[in-house]
């Protein structure tokens, strides 16, 4: 199924820009902030890896429980992508905020080293690529997002797949913040 191959193709390589992005760097490289309130690069990789924890157990859990409601179309599979690469510069559903601020569940907490987060995440990508291979009817079963509304299975997994990407691109602004080059120097 084209679907299956598409969603397993944009999580591989998502997994795999993100252990190029972090591999090889110095602790206080990958725990360099680039401001107050900003995220480092320990603290992004954390957060996908809460994600993708949260979408393992939370929502594809449930999505094949749940009847088969399909959602409505009311969302392209590409208007999530785009949405999710930059949720602040496209509106998809009028009405529903932005999700600029992640949940407390999905926070980064600095409570893992970066190799447990990276660990982490690697392992739960892994078992959401086998989760779009074994479940059939991924566009059968739809699943309230706080922002987008009712989304499939496979719109699910594009989000995620999407949101990596998001945070790779937050990851390269940390490296080419001019102080990133000192942050080993201290």
Not at 13 to 34: N, Y
Not at 70 to 91: C, F, K, M, Q, Y
């Amino acid at each position: 199924m084209m679907q299956t191959e598409t969603a397993v193709r944009h999580l591989a390589q998502g997994r795999d820009a993100l252990v190029r992005a972090v591999d090889g760097l110095a602790e206080a490289e990958l725990r360099f902030t680039p401001g107050p309130h900003r995220w480092s690069m320990a603290d992004v990789v954390e957060h996908l890896a809460r994600v993708e924890e949260f979408f393992v157990q939370r929502i594809a859990a449930r999505l094949t429980d749940l009847p088969a409601t399909p959602s409505d179309g009311h969302l392209a599979d590409d208007r999530i992508v785009e949405w999710e690469r930059d949720p602040l510069n496209t509106v998809v559903v009028p009405g529903r905020v932005s999700l600029a601020m992640a949940p407390p569940p999905i926070r980064p907490t600095a409570g893992w080293s970066v190799r447990e987060s990276l660990d982490r995440f690697l392992g739960d990508r892994e078992k959401t690529e086998i989760f779009v291979r074994e479940t059939p009817g991924l566009l059968e079963h739809a699943f309230e997002h706080p922002a987008l509304g009712p989304m499939n299975a496979y719109q699910w997994v594009l989000f995620i797949a999407a949101h990596t990407e998001r945070h790779l691109r937050q990851i390269e602004g940390i490296k080419a913040d001019a102080r990133f080059s000192c942050a080993t120097c201290s």
